[in-house]
């Protein structure tokens, strides 16, 4: 005998809520899932930018510490300008606050009126900006040419160029040096610049991201005619600003940090760059960690305003050229 028609609906009815009810269940157990992975990830994330941060914050509150917080065990974490300077301002206690500030400083103070560290941040602001513009123009014109230029040995060539990235820069210093030493150029900036002029990893980055841009453009400019000139000024250019803005990154942050070749083709003091110069303020100064943490945050501000000013084309520039190179 078949149910009766309302006990089949009702039946219908109370599996059918039993349904929404265990779907509706899943749905808040997967968000739940989600938002605790999230969550996980982001603490892992932030756990991670702390620890990375630290060196950097280590450098900054050292410099700023007074002369025997340096040497405490344990180490201080907080330096006592950030402990009491906020209450100092607070209360209006302005003399005493000043007077905590001008002994924060003394190590800044003492870097900048005993040493000839602007001397130093000029050389190396000239340096790293001339090889950083000479690398992103020749190493341009040579991607493009890679990447879009069609001549026999093409292939070759470029593969060539390739396989010297596994020779140890080591290997090359004492050729390097002779070629400076016979063209007179020792003790001179321009010692330190040509050598930097050109990046073979610059031209295989841009070659790469070239590769991204449609040739169709081209022949459509050289159609139009356009010299070759044009072609690689208006329309390569422009449309490989992120990878050109990543190269530049990655330049002037090598060329800033350039300690050892600049180490060898420069003996007088007024030439040397930033991080030449304070190593040998290190050497005269064995025990002023707070001199040194100074000069090693007066170094890294030009290196972290260039990457903050170019971060959105560096990150675009890394992943188009690494994704569809």
Known sequence: MGSHPTETGLIKGVGAEAR?????????????????????????LILWAIISLMPLYWMVTTSFMLPDEVWKVPPTIVPTILKQM???????????AGKLWEQAIDSYRFLFQSTPVVRWITNSVIV????????????????????KRRFPGRELLFWIMISTLMIPGQVTLVPMFMIIRDAGLMNSLWAVILPDLSMVFG???LRQFMRTIPTELIEAATIDGASEFTV????????????????????????????LWPLIVLQRSELFTLTVGLKTLQDKNLVQYGLLMSGATVAAVPMIGVFLIFQRYFVKGLTLGGLKG
């Open 232 to 259: 690689y000024s208006r329309i390569m250019v422009p449309l490989a600003k992120p990878g050109l803005a990543t190269l530049g990154i990655l330049t002037f942050m090598a060329t800033w940090n350039s300690f």
């Open 128 to 147: 790293s900006s001339v090889a950083t513009l000479g690398v992103l123009l020749l190493d341009s014109m040579a991607a493009y040419a890679f990447a």
């Open 86 to 96: 906020p209450a100092l301002l607070a209360t209006g206690q302005w003399a005493e």
């Open 203 to 205: 031209v295989f980055l």
């Open 20 to 44: 929404a009810v265990a779907r509706a269940r899943a749905i808040t157990l997967g968000r739940a899932g989600r938002a605790v992975g999230r969550g996980t990830a982001y603490a892992v």
